[in-house]
T-cell receptor
Framework: NAGVTQTPKFRILKIGQSMTLQCAQDMNHNYMYWYRQDPGMGLKLIYYSVGAGITDKGEVPNGYNVSRSTTEDFPLRLELAAPSQTSVYFC???????????FGPGTRLTVL | KQEVTQIPAALSVPEGENLVLNCSFTDSAIYNLQWFRQDPGKGLTSLLLIQSSQREQTSGRLNASLDKSSGRSTLYIAASQPGDSATYLCAVRVQTGANNLFFGTGTRLTVIP
């Protein structure tokens, strides 16, 4: 099993550009999550999904969108990138809401 | 809202020393608490998960304790090795909802050979 995979590993965007961060898991987990980690800070939840077709906002959803058309994939869309979105983005998945979450390697995004 | 704090932010110890990392949380109504390890440029790896009804969990040289009433957890690492150098994150899971995992800011551990 590959676990949770994320692409790209690194990306530099200009202000106002858009991009999609890809996340996939092959563990057949219902729950998937997107977090951001700013320097010296804990992880903050952006969006989460409890199954295909169902998504909901986390603590810091502004400026982002998600979709969950399949169990495996949970892409995160950034529209009109801003410097405040410079961060490391982690995708995670879990079997149930109370189970261990398995994390991807992260995407380091810089917005200039 | 649950707040999770980890002190110190950074710690350096010589190889072979035993050490303790601290985690505190503001709301004792938790479901479980988890310790993660994060290596530079990598994702998080789960180390230990303690259910709210448990007092401690052990895995190899790692021992995590939980005192829910006082809002504290510790991660004890015995006979530290340079390979233990990483950032250690504590995360608290509250009892309801899928939006339920709250992370501390981490302790960056350096074990000096």
């Amino acid at each position: 099993n590959a676990g949770v995979t994320q692409t790209p590993k690194f990306r530099i965007l200009k202000i106002g550009q858009s991009m999609t961060l890809q996340c996939a898991q092959d563990m057949n987990h219902n729950y998937m999550y997107w977090y951001r980690q700013d320097p010296g800070m804990g992880l903050k939840l952006i969006y989460y999904s409890v199954g295909a077709g169902i998504t909901d906002k986390g603590e810091v959803p502004n400026g982002y969108n998600v979709s969950r058309s399949t169990t495996e994939d949970f892409p995160l869309r950034l529209e009109l990138a801003a410097p405040s979105q410079t961060s490391v983005y982690f995708c995670a998945s879990g079997r149930q809401s109370t189970d261990t979450q398995y994390f991807g390697p992260g995407t380091r995004l810089t917005v200039l | 809202k649950q707040e999770v704090t980890q002190i110190p932010a950074a710690l350096s110890v010589p190889e072979g020393e035993n050490l303790v990392l601290n985690c505190s949380f503001t709301d004792s109504a938790i479901y479980n608490l988890q310790w993660f390890r994060q290596d530079p440029g990598k994702g998080l790896t789960s180390l230990l998960l303690i259910q709210s009804s448990q007092r401690e969990q052990t895995s190899g040289r790692l021992n995590a304790s939980l005192d829910k009433s006082s809002g504290r957890s510790t991660l004890y690492i015995a006979a530290s090795q340079p390979g233990d150098s990483a950032t250690y994150l504590c995360a608290v899971r509250v009892q309801t909802g899928a939006n339920n995992l709250f992370f501390g800011t981490g302790t960056r551990l350096t074990v000096i050979p």
